[in-house]
Protein backbone atom coordinates (compact mmCIF):
# COMPACT_ATOMS: atom_id res chain seq x y z
CA UNK A 1 0.00 0.00 0.00
CA UNK A 2 3.19 2.00 0.72
CA UNK A 3 4.27 1.78 -2.91
CA UNK A 4 0.83 2.36 -4.74
CA UNK A 5 -0.32 5.35 -2.68
CA UNK A 6 3.79 6.93 -2.94
CA UNK A 7 2.65 6.70 -6.69
CA UNK A 8 -0.98 7.75 -6.70
CA UNK A 9 -0.60 10.78 -4.16
CA UNK A 10 1.78 12.44 -6.49
CA UNK A 11 -0.42 11.74 -9.44
CA UNK A 12 -3.28 12.69 -8.27
CA UNK A 13 -2.42 15.80 -7.00
CA UNK A 14 -0.71 16.75 -10.67
CA UNK A 15 -4.14 15.64 -12.20
CA UNK A 16 -6.01 17.95 -10.45
CA UNK A 17 -4.16 21.10 -10.80
CA UNK A 18 -4.33 20.85 -14.88
CA UNK A 19 -6.90 22.01 -17.57
CA UNK A 20 -9.45 19.50 -18.31
CA UNK A 21 -7.86 19.81 -21.79
CA UNK A 22 -4.13 18.89 -20.78
CA UNK A 23 -6.19 16.27 -19.19
CA UNK A 24 -7.71 14.82 -22.29
CA UNK A 25 -4.72 15.77 -25.04
CA UNK A 26 -2.66 13.48 -22.30
CA UNK A 27 -4.99 10.51 -22.40
CA UNK A 28 -5.15 10.61 -26.35
CA UNK A 29 -1.05 10.84 -26.38
CA UNK A 30 -1.56 7.74 -24.00
CA UNK A 31 -4.01 5.71 -26.36
CA UNK A 32 -2.03 6.68 -29.61
CA UNK A 33 1.07 4.93 -27.93
CA UNK A 34 -1.02 2.01 -26.86
CA UNK A 35 -2.08 1.78 -30.28
CA UNK A 36 0.85 2.10 -32.14
CA UNK A 37 3.01 -0.60 -29.78
CA UNK A 38 -0.39 -2.95 -29.65
CA UNK A 39 -0.07 -2.59 -34.00
CA UNK A 40 3.54 -3.16 -33.80
CA UNK A 41 3.67 -6.58 -31.68
CA UNK A 42 0.53 -7.68 -33.57
CA UNK A 43 3.23 -7.60 -37.14
CA UNK A 44 5.94 -9.19 -35.05
CA UNK A 45 4.45 -11.61 -33.01
CA UNK A 46 1.25 -12.76 -34.95
CA UNK A 47 1.96 -12.66 -38.25
CA UNK A 48 -0.48 -15.36 -40.21
CA UNK A 49 1.87 -17.43 -42.55
CA UNK A 50 -0.84 -18.35 -44.60
CA UNK A 51 -1.48 -14.82 -46.22
CA UNK A 52 0.91 -12.45 -47.66
CA UNK A 53 3.53 -10.59 -45.41
CA UNK A 54 2.04 -7.04 -44.29
CA UNK A 55 4.57 -4.16 -44.97
CA UNK A 56 5.44 -3.06 -41.74
CA UNK A 57 3.90 0.27 -41.03
CA UNK A 58 3.84 2.04 -37.33
CA UNK A 59 -0.01 3.72 -37.38
CA UNK A 60 -2.81 1.56 -37.16
CA UNK A 61 -5.53 2.52 -39.74
CA UNK A 62 -3.43 4.50 -41.88
CA UNK A 63 -0.89 1.90 -42.34
CA UNK A 64 1.11 2.62 -45.58
CA UNK A 65 -1.57 4.78 -46.52
CA UNK A 66 0.35 8.35 -47.19
CA UNK A 67 3.76 7.14 -48.87
CA UNK A 68 1.78 5.12 -51.37
CA UNK A 69 -0.18 8.25 -51.87
CA UNK A 70 2.81 10.32 -52.82
CA UNK A 71 4.44 7.96 -54.94
CA UNK A 72 2.50 4.16 -55.65
CA UNK A 73 5.28 3.35 -58.13
CA UNK A 74 8.47 4.07 -55.51
CA UNK A 75 6.10 2.49 -52.40
CA UNK A 76 5.52 -0.66 -55.08
CA UNK A 77 9.42 -1.20 -55.84
CA UNK A 78 10.94 -0.35 -52.71
CA UNK A 79 8.35 -2.96 -51.22
CA UNK A 80 9.47 -5.46 -53.45
CA UNK A 81 13.05 -5.41 -53.15
CA UNK A 82 13.66 -4.95 -49.81
CA UNK A 83 11.94 -4.53 -46.16
CA UNK A 84 11.39 -1.24 -45.52
CA UNK A 85 9.61 1.38 -43.16
CA UNK A 86 9.00 4.95 -42.19
CA UNK A 87 9.10 6.79 -38.54
CA UNK A 88 6.33 8.73 -36.91
CA UNK A 89 7.67 12.00 -38.87
CA UNK A 90 7.95 9.53 -42.22
CA UNK A 91 11.58 9.60 -42.63
CA UNK A 92 12.64 6.11 -44.67
CA UNK A 93 14.47 3.72 -42.83
CA UNK A 94 16.06 1.24 -44.08
CA UNK A 95 15.39 -2.21 -42.31
CA UNK A 96 18.73 -3.53 -43.50
CA UNK A 97 19.60 -1.79 -40.72
CA UNK A 98 17.17 -3.84 -38.18
CA UNK A 99 17.58 -7.68 -39.31
CA UNK A 100 16.99 -8.80 -35.75
CA UNK A 101 13.71 -7.09 -35.70
CA UNK A 102 12.50 -8.10 -39.10
CA UNK A 103 14.26 -11.72 -39.82
CA UNK A 104 15.40 -10.51 -42.85
CA UNK A 105 11.65 -10.73 -44.26
CA UNK A 106 11.31 -10.11 -48.06
CA UNK A 107 8.01 -9.17 -49.71
CA UNK A 108 8.69 -10.09 -52.90
CA UNK A 109 6.26 -9.96 -56.03
CA UNK A 110 3.09 -10.08 -53.50
CA UNK A 111 2.63 -8.27 -50.45
CA UNK A 112 -0.32 -6.69 -48.08
CA UNK A 113 -0.58 -2.85 -47.00
CA UNK A 114 -3.35 -1.35 -44.98
CA UNK A 115 -4.48 1.52 -46.89
CA UNK A 116 -7.18 3.67 -44.52
CA UNK A 117 -7.58 0.43 -42.75
CA UNK A 118 -8.44 -1.78 -45.78
CA UNK A 119 -5.94 -4.76 -45.95
CA UNK A 120 -4.46 -4.02 -49.63
CA UNK A 121 -3.01 -6.92 -50.72
CA UNK A 122 -0.53 -5.99 -54.26
CA UNK A 123 0.82 -8.94 -56.53
CA UNK A 124 2.82 -7.62 -59.17
CA UNK A 125 4.72 -8.76 -62.67
CA UNK A 126 2.51 -10.34 -65.53
CA UNK A 127 1.79 -13.36 -63.05
CA UNK A 128 -0.14 -10.88 -60.53
CA UNK A 129 -1.66 -8.89 -63.80
CA UNK A 130 -3.06 -12.39 -64.62
CA UNK A 131 -4.37 -13.63 -61.38
CA UNK A 132 -6.26 -9.96 -60.50
CA UNK A 133 -6.97 -8.71 -64.18
CA UNK A 134 -8.21 -12.47 -65.73
CA UNK A 135 -9.39 -13.56 -62.08
CA UNK A 136 -13.25 -15.13 -62.36
CA UNK A 137 -16.24 -12.65 -61.67
CA UNK A 138 -17.05 -14.80 -58.72
CA UNK A 139 -13.98 -14.78 -57.08
CA UNK A 140 -13.41 -10.56 -57.59
CA UNK A 141 -15.68 -7.66 -57.91
CA UNK A 142 -14.65 -3.68 -59.22
CA UNK A 143 -17.96 -2.69 -58.26
CA UNK A 144 -17.06 -3.02 -54.70
CA UNK A 145 -14.23 -0.94 -55.15
CA UNK A 146 -15.60 2.12 -57.39
CA UNK A 147 -19.27 2.56 -57.31
CA UNK A 148 -19.26 4.37 -54.11
CA UNK A 149 -16.85 6.97 -56.22
CA UNK A 150 -18.05 6.62 -59.79
CA UNK A 151 -21.73 6.15 -59.23
CA UNK A 152 -22.51 10.34 -58.35
CA UNK A 153 -19.99 10.97 -61.23
CA UNK A 154 -21.46 8.77 -64.04
CA UNK A 155 -25.07 8.38 -62.36
CA UNK A 156 -26.86 5.42 -61.98
CA UNK A 157 -28.10 2.29 -63.72
CA UNK A 158 -24.43 2.15 -65.66
CA UNK A 159 -20.85 1.34 -65.25
CA UNK A 160 -20.25 0.01 -61.51
CA UNK A 161 -23.81 0.62 -60.73
CA UNK A 162 -25.40 -2.85 -62.54
CA UNK A 163 -24.80 -5.97 -62.59
CA UNK A 164 -21.61 -7.08 -64.39
CA UNK A 165 -23.75 -8.96 -66.55
CA UNK A 166 -25.65 -5.67 -67.95
CA UNK A 167 -22.05 -3.67 -67.38
CA UNK A 168 -20.76 -6.30 -70.34
CA UNK A 169 -23.45 -5.42 -72.65
CA UNK A 170 -22.92 -1.68 -72.45
CA UNK A 171 -19.24 -1.91 -73.15
CA UNK A 172 -20.54 -4.42 -75.92
CA UNK A 173 -22.65 -1.03 -77.53
CA UNK A 174 -19.97 1.23 -77.46
CA UNK A 175 -17.29 -0.83 -78.35
CA UNK A 176 -19.69 -1.48 -81.54
CA UNK A 177 -20.09 2.01 -81.87
CA UNK A 178 -16.40 2.75 -82.59
CA UNK A 179 -16.36 0.74 -85.82
CA UNK A 180 -13.23 1.72 -88.38
CA UNK A 181 -15.70 3.57 -90.20
CA UNK A 182 -16.75 5.35 -87.31
CA UNK A 183 -13.11 6.07 -86.46
CA UNK A 184 -11.76 7.34 -89.62
CA UNK A 185 -14.39 10.06 -89.57
CA UNK A 186 -12.70 10.89 -86.56
CA UNK A 187 -9.59 11.57 -87.85
CA UNK A 188 -10.11 15.24 -89.65
CA UNK A 189 -12.93 16.31 -86.86
CA UNK A 190 -9.53 15.85 -84.59
CA UNK A 191 -7.33 17.83 -86.77
CA UNK A 192 -9.70 20.69 -87.33
CA UNK A 193 -10.39 21.06 -83.84
CA UNK A 194 -6.27 20.91 -83.38
CA UNK A 195 -5.36 23.50 -85.91
CA UNK A 196 -8.11 25.66 -84.62
CA UNK A 197 -7.14 25.58 -81.11
CA UNK A 198 -3.63 26.69 -81.92
CA UNK A 199 -4.65 29.39 -83.51
CA UNK A 200 -6.91 30.95 -81.26
CA UNK A 201 -5.24 30.46 -78.20
CA UNK A 202 -3.29 33.29 -76.74
CA UNK A 203 -0.46 31.08 -75.21
CA UNK A 204 0.42 30.35 -78.77
CA UNK A 205 0.59 34.10 -80.35
CA UNK A 206 3.18 34.63 -82.55
CA UNK A 207 5.86 32.82 -83.95
CA UNK A 208 7.85 31.53 -81.33
CA UNK A 209 7.18 31.27 -76.90
CA UNK A 210 6.42 29.50 -73.63
CA UNK A 211 3.67 27.16 -72.83
CA UNK A 212 2.01 25.56 -69.97
CA UNK A 213 1.61 21.76 -71.77
CA UNK A 214 -0.45 19.93 -68.79
CA UNK A 215 -3.08 23.20 -69.16
CA UNK A 216 -3.48 23.63 -73.00
CA UNK A 217 -3.19 19.67 -73.49
CA UNK A 218 -6.54 19.22 -71.08
CA UNK A 219 -8.29 22.01 -73.07
CA UNK A 220 -7.27 20.86 -76.80
CA UNK A 221 -8.31 16.89 -75.40
CA UNK A 222 -11.43 17.92 -74.09
CA UNK A 223 -12.72 19.78 -77.90
CA UNK A 224 -11.67 16.87 -79.85
CA UNK A 225 -13.25 14.34 -77.64
CA UNK A 226 -16.65 16.14 -77.84
CA UNK A 227 -16.11 16.98 -81.57
CA UNK A 228 -15.26 13.31 -82.72
CA UNK A 229 -17.08 11.08 -80.05
CA UNK A 230 -19.31 13.10 -78.24
CA UNK A 231 -21.07 15.03 -81.00
CA UNK A 232 -21.32 18.47 -82.45
CA UNK A 233 -24.23 19.60 -80.31
CA UNK A 234 -21.60 18.61 -77.34
CA UNK A 235 -18.39 19.91 -78.92
CA UNK A 236 -21.09 23.50 -79.01
CA UNK A 237 -21.56 23.66 -75.30
CA UNK A 238 -17.74 23.73 -74.41
CA UNK A 239 -17.24 26.80 -75.16
CA UNK A 240 -20.09 28.47 -72.69
CA UNK A 241 -21.31 26.12 -69.48
CA UNK A 242 -20.47 22.82 -70.20
CA UNK A 243 -16.44 23.41 -69.30
CA UNK A 244 -17.49 24.50 -66.02
CA UNK A 245 -19.90 21.92 -65.58
CA UNK A 246 -17.10 19.48 -66.43
CA UNK A 247 -14.53 21.07 -64.24
CA UNK A 248 -16.96 20.23 -61.15
CA UNK A 249 -18.16 16.75 -61.88
CA UNK A 250 -14.12 16.17 -62.41
CA UNK A 251 -14.06 16.97 -58.59
CA UNK A 252 -16.19 13.89 -57.52
CA UNK A 253 -13.23 11.81 -58.39
CA UNK A 254 -10.89 13.23 -55.28
CA UNK A 255 -9.60 10.19 -53.30
CA UNK A 256 -11.45 11.49 -49.99
CA UNK A 257 -14.78 10.64 -51.89
CA UNK A 258 -13.21 6.68 -51.52
CA UNK A 259 -14.86 6.68 -48.33
CA UNK A 260 -17.01 9.81 -48.21
CA UNK A 261 -18.94 10.06 -51.17
CA UNK A 262 -22.40 10.81 -49.86
CA UNK A 263 -20.45 13.40 -47.42
CA UNK A 264 -22.08 16.96 -48.15
CA UNK A 265 -18.42 18.69 -48.51
CA UNK A 266 -18.42 21.73 -50.76
CA UNK A 267 -16.80 19.85 -53.58
CA UNK A 268 -19.57 17.38 -53.61
CA UNK A 269 -22.24 19.64 -53.83
CA UNK A 270 -21.16 20.81 -56.70
CA UNK A 271 -20.42 17.47 -58.40
CA UNK A 272 -23.84 16.44 -57.58
CA UNK A 273 -25.45 19.47 -59.42
CA UNK A 274 -23.33 19.36 -62.21
CA UNK A 275 -23.97 15.69 -63.23
CA UNK A 276 -27.76 16.59 -63.11
CA UNK A 277 -27.16 19.87 -65.24
CA UNK A 278 -25.00 17.29 -67.84
CA UNK A 279 -27.64 14.46 -68.12
CA UNK A 280 -30.21 16.78 -68.51
CA UNK A 281 -28.31 18.27 -71.47
CA UNK A 282 -27.88 14.64 -72.89
CA UNK A 283 -31.60 14.07 -72.80
CA UNK A 284 -32.02 16.99 -74.16
CA UNK A 285 -29.61 16.39 -76.95
CA UNK A 286 -31.37 12.92 -77.32
CA UNK A 287 -34.96 14.36 -77.52
CA UNK A 288 -34.45 16.66 -79.91
CA UNK A 289 -32.79 14.32 -82.28
CA UNK A 290 -35.42 11.82 -81.70
CA UNK A 291 -38.54 14.49 -82.40
CA UNK A 292 -36.31 15.06 -85.52
CA UNK A 293 -37.13 11.83 -86.95
CA UNK A 294 -34.15 10.42 -85.65
CA UNK A 295 -32.46 10.87 -88.95
CA UNK A 296 -28.77 10.03 -88.76
CA UNK A 297 -26.41 12.44 -89.75
CA UNK A 298 -22.94 11.79 -87.99
CA UNK A 299 -21.19 8.62 -86.42
CA UNK A 300 -20.78 10.06 -82.89
CA UNK A 301 -21.63 7.80 -80.01
CA UNK A 302 -24.97 8.99 -79.26
CA UNK A 303 -26.49 7.82 -82.36
CA UNK A 304 -25.49 4.56 -81.90
CA UNK A 305 -26.46 4.27 -78.34
CA UNK A 306 -29.98 5.66 -78.82
CA UNK A 307 -30.70 2.97 -81.31
CA UNK A 308 -28.98 0.33 -78.74
CA UNK A 309 -31.51 -2.70 -77.08
CA UNK A 310 -30.51 -4.85 -74.20
CA UNK A 311 -30.96 -8.63 -74.73
CA UNK A 312 -34.18 -8.84 -72.82
CA UNK A 313 -35.73 -6.81 -75.51
CA UNK A 314 -35.48 -3.14 -73.18
CA UNK A 315 -34.07 -0.20 -75.27
CA UNK A 316 -31.51 1.99 -73.54
CA UNK A 317 -33.46 3.93 -71.50
CA UNK A 318 -32.61 7.76 -72.58
CA UNK A 319 -31.09 8.54 -68.88
CA UNK A 320 -28.86 5.96 -69.42
CA UNK A 321 -27.33 6.87 -72.66
CA UNK A 322 -26.98 10.32 -70.66
CA UNK A 323 -24.76 8.74 -68.27
CA UNK A 324 -22.81 6.31 -70.47
CA UNK A 325 -21.87 9.25 -72.18
CA UNK A 326 -20.87 10.85 -69.69
CA UNK A 327 -18.58 8.31 -68.32
CA UNK A 328 -17.14 8.44 -71.85
CA UNK A 329 -16.64 11.45 -71.20
CA UNK A 330 -14.44 11.69 -68.05
CA UNK A 331 -13.12 8.64 -68.14
CA UNK A 332 -11.59 9.30 -71.77
CA UNK A 333 -10.93 12.67 -70.95
CA UNK A 334 -7.96 11.81 -68.27
CA UNK A 335 -6.47 9.34 -69.93
CA UNK A 336 -5.73 11.16 -73.34
CA UNK A 337 -5.28 14.65 -71.43
CA UNK A 338 -2.99 13.47 -69.10
CA UNK A 339 -1.09 11.13 -72.47
CA UNK A 340 -1.14 13.96 -74.31
CA UNK A 341 0.54 16.38 -72.18
CA UNK A 342 3.46 13.56 -71.58
CA UNK A 343 4.30 12.98 -75.47
CA UNK A 344 4.43 16.89 -75.81
CA UNK A 345 6.82 17.07 -72.79
CA UNK A 346 8.77 13.68 -73.90
CA UNK A 347 8.91 15.70 -77.26
CA UNK A 348 10.87 18.72 -75.80
CA UNK A 349 13.49 16.53 -74.32
CA UNK A 350 14.06 14.99 -77.71
CA UNK A 351 14.16 17.52 -80.45
CA UNK A 352 15.66 14.91 -82.69
CA UNK A 353 12.23 12.44 -82.39
CA UNK A 354 10.10 15.13 -83.22
CA UNK A 355 12.03 16.03 -85.94
CA UNK A 356 12.27 12.48 -87.12
CA UNK A 357 8.20 12.39 -86.73
CA UNK A 358 8.04 15.29 -88.87
CA UNK A 359 10.56 13.78 -91.62
CA UNK A 360 8.45 10.20 -91.46
CA UNK A 361 5.53 12.39 -92.57
CA UNK A 362 6.91 13.76 -95.58
CA UNK A 363 8.70 10.44 -96.37
CA UNK A 364 5.35 8.48 -96.14
CA UNK A 365 2.66 10.89 -97.03
CA UNK A 366 4.44 13.62 -99.46
CA UNK A 367 5.78 16.54 -99.40
CA UNK A 368 3.02 18.85 -99.47
CA UNK A 369 1.96 16.76 -96.62
CA UNK A 370 -1.44 16.49 -97.56
CA UNK A 371 -4.52 16.28 -94.84
CA UNK A 372 -3.88 13.84 -92.29
CA UNK A 373 -6.34 10.87 -92.56
CA UNK A 374 -6.94 7.45 -90.69
CA UNK A 375 -4.99 5.29 -93.49
CA UNK A 376 -2.19 8.10 -93.43
CA UNK A 377 -2.15 8.01 -89.70
CA UNK A 378 -1.65 3.96 -90.28
CA UNK A 379 1.29 4.25 -92.19
CA UNK A 380 3.52 6.33 -89.64
CA UNK A 381 5.20 3.56 -87.44
CA UNK A 382 7.22 5.99 -85.38
CA UNK A 383 3.90 8.20 -84.80
CA UNK A 384 2.41 5.09 -83.21
CA UNK A 385 5.13 4.10 -81.13
CA UNK A 386 5.61 7.60 -78.97
CA UNK A 387 2.34 6.90 -78.31
CA UNK A 388 2.85 3.48 -77.10
CA UNK A 389 6.45 4.61 -75.67
CA UNK A 390 4.38 7.06 -73.68
CA UNK A 391 1.94 4.77 -72.39
CA UNK A 392 4.33 2.90 -71.50
CA UNK A 393 6.08 5.09 -68.90
CA UNK A 394 2.96 7.04 -67.90
CA UNK A 395 0.57 4.79 -67.35
CA UNK A 396 -2.67 7.01 -66.39
CA UNK A 397 -3.89 4.86 -64.01
CA UNK A 398 -1.52 3.23 -61.54
CA UNK A 399 -3.92 1.09 -59.83
CA UNK A 400 -6.20 -1.59 -60.34
CA UNK A 401 -8.31 -2.63 -57.76
CA UNK A 402 -10.69 -5.78 -57.04
CA UNK A 403 -12.54 -6.91 -53.69
CA UNK A 404 -12.06 -10.32 -53.19
CA UNK A 405 -15.35 -12.23 -52.76
CA UNK A 406 -14.48 -15.67 -52.60
CA UNK A 407 -10.86 -16.75 -51.06
CA UNK A 408 -7.95 -17.14 -53.51
CA UNK A 409 -5.13 -19.46 -53.05
CA UNK A 410 -2.05 -17.99 -54.94
CA UNK A 411 -0.46 -20.96 -56.91
CA UNK A 412 3.51 -22.12 -55.90
CA UNK A 413 3.10 -20.14 -52.61
CA UNK A 414 1.52 -20.94 -49.36
CA UNK A 415 -1.12 -18.03 -49.56
CA UNK A 416 -4.86 -17.65 -49.64
CA UNK A 417 -6.17 -14.11 -50.33
CA UNK A 418 -9.04 -13.96 -47.79
CA UNK A 419 -12.37 -12.04 -48.73
CA UNK A 420 -11.72 -9.13 -46.06
CA UNK A 421 -8.76 -7.99 -48.80
CA UNK A 422 -8.57 -5.57 -51.90
CA UNK A 423 -6.39 -6.92 -54.07
CA UNK A 424 -4.12 -4.51 -56.53
CA UNK A 425 -3.03 -4.93 -59.71
CA UNK A 426 0.22 -2.44 -61.03
CA UNK A 427 0.67 -3.27 -64.74
CA UNK A 428 2.92 -0.16 -65.15
CA UNK A 429 5.31 -1.81 -62.73
CA UNK A 430 5.76 -4.27 -65.23
CA UNK A 431 6.22 -1.96 -68.10
CA UNK A 432 9.44 -0.55 -66.33
CA UNK A 433 11.20 -3.81 -65.61
CA UNK A 434 14.41 -4.57 -67.19
CA UNK A 435 13.34 -8.39 -67.31
CA UNK A 436 11.09 -6.80 -70.07
CA UNK A 437 12.44 -3.49 -71.25
CA UNK A 438 16.09 -2.68 -71.41
CA UNK A 439 17.12 0.56 -69.98
CA UNK A 440 13.10 0.88 -68.52
CA UNK A 441 13.55 4.52 -67.27
CA UNK A 442 14.72 5.84 -70.48
CA UNK A 443 11.78 7.19 -73.11
CA UNK A 444 13.02 5.49 -76.22
CA UNK A 445 10.14 5.11 -79.49
CA UNK A 446 12.54 3.05 -81.28
CA UNK A 447 12.56 0.34 -78.39
CA UNK A 448 9.49 -0.71 -80.50
CA UNK A 449 11.15 -1.09 -84.04
CA UNK A 450 10.79 -4.28 -85.44
CA UNK A 451 14.03 -6.67 -84.49
CA UNK A 452 15.44 -3.94 -81.88
CA UNK A 453 15.39 -6.17 -78.56
CA UNK A 454 13.63 -3.36 -77.10
CA UNK A 455 10.52 -4.91 -75.89
CA UNK A 456 9.82 -8.31 -74.94
CA UNK A 457 5.75 -8.09 -76.27
CA UNK A 458 4.00 -10.49 -78.37
CA UNK A 459 1.86 -9.08 -81.40
CA UNK A 460 -1.49 -8.89 -79.80
CA UNK A 461 -2.81 -11.08 -82.91
CA UNK A 462 -0.66 -14.02 -81.20
CA UNK A 463 -2.67 -13.43 -77.73
CA UNK A 464 -4.99 -15.86 -76.37
CA UNK A 465 -8.90 -14.06 -77.53
CA UNK A 466 -11.57 -14.13 -74.93
CA UNK A 467 -15.15 -12.93 -75.10
CA UNK A 468 -16.42 -11.40 -71.83
CA UNK A 469 -19.46 -10.91 -73.23
CA UNK A 470 -18.76 -7.36 -75.27
CA UNK A 471 -16.65 -9.16 -78.39
CA UNK A 472 -13.56 -11.04 -78.79
CA UNK A 473 -10.28 -9.41 -76.78
CA UNK A 474 -7.36 -10.12 -75.92
CA UNK A 475 -7.01 -11.80 -72.72
CA UNK A 476 -3.56 -10.54 -72.55
CA UNK A 477 -2.99 -9.68 -68.62
CA UNK A 478 0.32 -11.90 -68.88
CA UNK A 479 1.84 -9.24 -71.18
CA UNK A 480 3.92 -6.69 -69.83
CA UNK A 481 2.43 -3.84 -71.45
CA UNK A 482 -1.00 -3.18 -70.40
CA UNK A 483 -1.89 0.55 -70.72
CA UNK A 484 -5.41 0.40 -70.90
CA UNK A 485 -6.09 -2.89 -68.09
CA UNK A 486 -6.71 -6.54 -68.95
CA UNK A 487 -9.24 -8.86 -68.17
CA UNK A 488 -13.50 -8.17 -68.58
CA UNK A 489 -12.53 -4.42 -67.05
CA UNK A 490 -10.50 -3.87 -69.83
CA UNK A 491 -10.61 -0.71 -71.42
CA UNK A 492 -13.38 -0.46 -74.38
CA UNK A 493 -12.03 2.97 -75.79
CA UNK A 494 -8.73 2.15 -76.78
CA UNK A 495 -8.75 2.33 -80.28
CA UNK A 496 -9.95 5.62 -79.79
CA UNK A 497 -7.49 6.60 -77.19
CA UNK A 498 -4.64 5.46 -79.95
CA UNK A 499 -6.73 7.26 -82.68
CA UNK A 500 -6.87 10.67 -80.79
CA UNK A 501 -3.51 10.15 -79.66
CA UNK A 502 -1.98 9.39 -82.77
CA UNK A 503 -3.41 12.57 -84.23
CA UNK A 504 -3.15 15.00 -82.13
CA UNK A 505 0.43 13.80 -82.35
CA UNK A 506 0.99 14.41 -85.89
CA UNK A 507 -0.86 17.53 -85.60
CA UNK A 508 1.07 19.22 -83.20
CA UNK A 509 4.58 17.90 -85.39
CA UNK A 510 3.16 19.77 -88.30
CA UNK A 511 2.72 22.80 -86.60
CA UNK A 512 5.12 23.49 -83.43
CA UNK A 513 8.66 22.52 -82.89
CA UNK A 514 8.84 22.05 -79.02
CA UNK A 515 12.28 21.74 -76.34
CA UNK A 516 13.06 22.20 -72.73
CA UNK A 517 13.14 25.53 -71.34
CA UNK A 518 17.43 26.26 -71.21
CA UNK A 519 19.10 24.92 -68.24
CA UNK A 520 16.09 22.20 -67.69
CA UNK A 521 16.65 18.72 -68.19
CA UNK A 522 14.22 15.97 -68.25
CA UNK A 523 10.73 16.42 -67.41
CA UNK A 524 8.14 17.02 -64.65
CA UNK A 525 7.46 14.29 -61.85
CA UNK A 526 4.15 12.93 -61.85
CA UNK A 527 1.31 13.93 -59.82
CA UNK A 528 -0.40 11.16 -57.98
CA UNK A 529 -2.73 12.91 -55.86
CA UNK A 530 -6.41 11.65 -57.93
CA UNK A 531 -7.21 8.38 -59.39
CA UNK A 532 -5.44 9.38 -62.09
CA UNK A 533 -1.78 10.38 -62.77
CA UNK A 534 -0.93 13.08 -64.70
CA UNK A 535 2.43 15.19 -65.12
CA UNK A 536 2.70 18.21 -62.36
CA UNK A 537 2.07 21.64 -63.07
CA UNK A 538 3.08 24.10 -64.23
CA UNK A 539 5.17 21.98 -66.85
CA UNK A 540 6.26 24.77 -69.15
CA UNK A 541 8.39 24.18 -72.72
CA UNK A 542 9.39 26.44 -75.54
CA UNK A 543 7.21 26.05 -78.75
CA UNK A 544 8.41 27.92 -82.11
CA UNK A 545 6.20 27.32 -85.35
CA UNK A 546 7.20 25.45 -88.46
CA UNK A 547 7.62 27.53 -91.46
CA UNK A 548 4.48 27.30 -93.86
CA UNK A 549 6.08 25.56 -97.51
Not at 499 to 507: D, E, F, H, K, S
Request: hydrophobic share 40%; net charge neutral.
Amino acid sequence: MGLLAGVSGPLGYDLSHRSTGAIALASLAFLLVVAIVTNVLKQLLLRNPREPPVVFHWLPFFGSTVVYGIDPYKFFFRCREKVWGYCFIFLPISWDKLDWLTGGLQYGDIFTFVLLGKKTTVFLGTKGNEFILNSRLKDTNAEEVYSSLTTPVFGTGVVYDCPNAKLMEQKKFVKFGLTSESLKSYVPLIVEEVISFINRTPSFNGSRGTVNIPKVMAEMTIYTASRSLQGKEVRSKFDSSFADLYHDLDMGFSPINFMLPWFPLPHNRKRDYAQKKMAETYTEIIKARREAGSKRDSDDMIWNLMSCVYKDGTPVPDIEVAHMMIALLMAGQHSSSSTSAWIMLRLATRPDILEELYQEQIAVLGPDLPPLSHEGLQRLPLNSQVVKETLRLHAPIHSMMRKVMNPMPVEGTPYVIPTSHVLLSAPGVTSKIEEHFPKPSDWEPHRWDAGSGGAAVKPEEEEEKIDYGYGLVSKGASSPYLPFGAGRHRCIGEAFAYVQLGTITATMVRLLKLKNLDGVEGVVGTDYSSLFSRPLSPAVVQWERREKT
